[in-house]
């Protein structure tokens, strides 16, 4: 692997981790809607941007058909993961539900091994095996108060994205487009939601609308960075910049909502205590701080 394409797959990755930290913050400012609507709108966009560019560039999104099985397994997956990732964080704690999202990367490398067979250096296995550990301490996840059920579908999540983030390389290596790649999955997970949506739609706000509007554009940022970041390079090699998202996320949540994670976990906990929950009608007035957001 040349060392120019590695620069561009550790850009790449780094910016869409940004990209999707920017995403959380807008899918928390959309409020109690069902995480199954958060993601129809949050793919929508993306797809709708995809065919733009494939519009724009005039590219036909025609893929050889002994690649439509890494396809389909990037669609399928993919959906899943952001289905799993979205329930895990309405039935967790935020902090939880995101350390497990960020087994994505270990799922990546382990399935990069072993379908693609490319080689894994101890010191890489390290340094992802260090950065979540420092993911750890970060959020200080409590998996005490999780219940096992979406514990389990939150480590769902992470390997759907596993999966999919390898077929991303497969496909990409092989001269498929990131247009192409990115507007399949969308479209696929767009239209494998409809019909939860037809029976199940609740009716928001146009405020709430624009916010999930823009979660989509920052997610279509993501898709597309990330979608170039494992066609430049090998998941053994970038996976541990993915992590540089906690470090978006933890500014992020700082500068907009005034959180430090290991503080406002602490005060979220302290909410679903009895004392805490007694405390309007003791006539005691809370200082606890707000949750923290969402890490995808």
Not at 23 to 37: F, T
Not at 89 to 115: C, E, G, Q, T, Y
Request: overall charge positive; aromatic content about 12%; proline content about 5%.
């Amino acid at each position: 692997m040349k060392q120019e394409n590695y620069i561009k797959g550790m850009i790449m990755i780094i910016l869409s981790a940004f990209f999707f930290a920017c995403m959380n913050v807008s899918v928390r400012l959309a409020g109690d809607l069902p995480s199954v609507e958060k993601s129809f709108f949050r793919n929508l966009v993306a797809a709708v941007f995809a065919a733009i560019i494939l519009c724009k560039n005039r590219t036909v999104p025609k893929v050889d058909k002994k690649y439509w099985g890494p396809l389909i397994l990037r669609c399928v997956c993919g959906t899943l993961g952001i289905l799993c990732n979205f329930y895990a964080i309405d039935h967790l704690l935020v902090a939880d539900a995101s350390i497990l999202n960020k087994l994505s990367p270990f799922f990546a490398i382990i399935f990069s091994f072993l379908l693609l067979k490319e080689k894994i250096r101890p010191a890489q296995a390290a340094c992802v095996a260090l950065a979540f550990i420092g993911c750890l301490f970060v959020v200080k996840p409590g998996f005490q108060n999780a219940a096992l059920v979406p514990a389990l579908i939150g480590v769902c999540g992470g390997l759907g994205a596993g999966i999919a983030y390898t077929m991303v390389r497969v496909l990409g290596t092989h001269g498929v487009k990131g247009p192409v790649i990115v507007f399949y999955f969308s479209f696929f997970s767009c239209l494998s939601v409809v019909p939860w949506m037809v029976f199940h739609f609740t009716p928001m706000s146009m405020k709430q609308l624009v916010t999930l509007l823009m979660a989509g554009l920052f997610a279509a940022g993501g898709q597309f960075t990330i979608t170039a970041a494992y066609t430049y390079a090998p998941a053994g090699k970038i996976s541990i910049f993915d992590y540089s998202q906690i470090i978006f996320a933890t500014m992020l949540g700082f500068i907009l909502f005034g959180e430090i994670p290991g503080r406002s976990l602490r005060s979220r906990r302290n909410r679903n205590s009895v004392p805490a929950r007694a405390m309007p009608y003791t006539g005691c007035r809370s200082t606890q701080t707000p949750g923290t957001f969402p890490l995808l």
